[in-house]
């Protein structure tokens, strides 16, 4: 059975720092594209970060470039998000991704073939 599953979520002020995980079993996705995505009550999932299968490529949202830095280790089968200086609005529900077939480091979650079941982060103000 395919999995990814994030961990790391919780409870931040903000100004304070999270790091993501997501790990993969039942499949390498050291091949593949990988992003993440959040999702804030009563709103539609967004695009949050992509990684191309070497790690050389990346790709941010406008509204956490500079303060979100997506990486991963292959031999872990393994993607990360560092996430930096938190803002409430950053509060969500955050899902990370594959996209097996990539040709480029997509922004629409209907590119994507396999999602985790989701970490929440609260940023209080």
């Known amino acids: 059975q395919v999995q990814l599953v994030e961990s790391g979520g919780g409870l931040v002020q903000a100004g304070g720092s999270l790091r993501l995980s997501c790990a993969s079993s039942g499949r390498t996705f050291s091949r593949d594209a990988m992003g993440w995505f959040r999702q804030a009550p009563g709103k539609e999932r967004a695009f949050v970060a992509a990684?191309?299968?070497?790690?050389?490529?990346?790709y941010y949202a406008d509204a956490v470039e500079g303060r979100f830095t997506i990486s991963r280790d292959n031999a872990k089968n393994a993607v990360y998000l560092q996430m930096d200086s938190l803002k409430p609005e950053d509060t969500a529900v955050y899902y990370c991704?594959?996209?097996?077939?990539?040709?480029?480091?997509?922004?629409?979650?209907?590119?994507?073939?396999?999602w985790g079941q989701g970490t929440q982060v609260t940023v209080s103000s």
């Open positions: 991704a594959a996209d097996e077939s990539a040709v480029s480091l997509s922004a629409w979650d209907d590119e994507y073939e396999y």
């Open positions: 990684i191309a299968w070497n790690g050389v490529a990346r």
